[in-house]
Structures are given as C-alpha cells and as structure tokens.
C-alpha cells in the first residue's frame, strides 16, 4: 500500500502562515490526485481543496485566496500553505490519495496539527 | 454545494448488533457516496467507495447501498473495535462535502 508521510505538529500566533507537506511513497506520485482535509478539535471533516495531476488545483469558497496547493513531482511532495492563520485553523491537516478510479480518498496521511494561538 | 444529514448522529449498540447510518443528499448524486471511519487519535480510513463498493482489507461485515439521494452503511456483527464515527463524503461535485459523523459506541 502507498505511504502517506506528513511533515510534523506546528503552532503558529495568529497572522501567521505555515505550510504543511506531505510526500507520497513509491512510484505512485504522478499517477494521484491529492486532496486536503482538516479536523477541527471535537468538530468533523471538512474538505479544503485538491491539487489534480498536472497541478491544477479547486479549493473550497472559504479557503480561497488563504489557502494554495501544490506538489513537486521531483520529490514526490504535495503542500499545503495556509496563510493568515486565525485561532479557527487550529485543526489537524490530512492529505489523501486520490487515484481516480475509486473517486475517494483512498490513503490518508497522519496528520499534521495546527495549532494557532497567541 | 451539495449537503449530507446523517443520522443518528449518535449510536450505542452492543456487540454481534447490527447497525444502519443512513446519509442523504441535497441533491442526485448517483453513486458518488463514500464511507469513512475516523477513530480517535488515528487516521480516517475509507470503508466504502461508489456507495456500496467495499474498500480492500475492509472486512465483510461493512456493506453500503443507496444511490440518488439516499445512502446507508450497515454494519452486522459488530465488535468492539467498530467503536469510531463514521462520516458519508460525496465525490460527485466540488466541493467534497462531508456529512456531519455518526459517533457509535459498543457498549
């Protein structure tokens, strides 16, 4: 099965922007579709975005402008940059597979947590 | 942007139970339902792709039907590591929207 690593737990004072990565195992980068998802502490998934195959990217109404995607196949890395950060982004961030034929999120990454505070 | 109401939100059942979760759509979706088991402190799991495909190494016991508006997630037999909530996601339109989780507990 595909590996899904993320980079680690970060905490950010509000204003502030970090970027999350997460590369993905193997030969199977250039062949997925990854997509972004966060959890917010007791609250449910909420999609943020995806980054297609050749980079394009649809983002969710209330992350646009703030949040950008994208993915370096050189490194097999997918990112996520989150900007002006509110004590509201404080959530885990997961990446996901998406190879297309299932049309799900197939391999999900562990997780990153975000914490905004000041 | 689609919607998905799960019910119950919430659920106890004891082991070797059955369980339904229903997740209905605010609009024709097809069979572009997946189902999700999200436990504590670990990483969301796909169950279920196309409404009713079961996702490899998923045990049997998972099974999904529905199509157009109206989806459901049974799970027989049930045993105590099932403890989780459980989230619908739609895959026909962007955004990806998620249904609002099912938490079932084993008592």
């Known amino acids: 099965q595909v590996q899904v690593v993320q980079s680690g737990a970060e905490v950010k004072k509000p204003g502030a922007s970090v970027k999350v990565s997460c590369k993905v195992g193997?030969?199977?980068?250039?062949?997925?579709?990854i997509h972004w998802v966060r959890q917010a502490p007791g609250q449910g998934l909420e999609w943020i975005g995806w980054?297609?195959?050749?980079?394009?990217?649809i983002y969710a109404q209330k992350f646009l402008g703030w949040v950008t995607m994208t993915r370096d196949t050189s490194t097999n890395t997918a990112y996520l940059d989150l900007s002006r950060l509110t004590s509201d982004d404080t959530a885990v961030y997961y990446c996901?597979?998406?190879?297309?034929?299932?049309?799900?999120?197939?391999?999900w990454g562990q997780g990153t947590t975000i914490t905004v505070s000041s | 942007d689609i919607q998905l109401t799960q019910s119950p939100s919430s659920l106890s059942a004891s082991v070797g139970d059955s369980v339904t979760i229903t997740c209905r759509a605010s609009q024709n979706m097809r069979t572009y339902l997946n189902w999700y088991q999200v436990k504590p402190g670990k990483v969301p799991k796909l169950l279920i792709y196309d409404a009713s495909s079961l996702q490899s190494g998923v045990p049997s016991r998972f099974s999904g039907s529905g199509s157009g508006t109206n989806f459901a997630l049974t799970i027989t037999s049930l045993q105590p590591e099932d403890s989780a909530t459980y989230f619908c996601q739609q895959s026909y339109s962007t955004p990806h929207t998620f249904g609002q989780g099912t938490n079932l507990e084993i008592k």
């Open positions: 980054i297609n195959l050749t980079g394009g990217t």
């Open positions: 193997g030969n199977t980068f250039r062949g997925q579709h």
């Open positions: 996901a597979t998406d190879g297309g034929r299932l049309h799900a999120f197939e391999v």
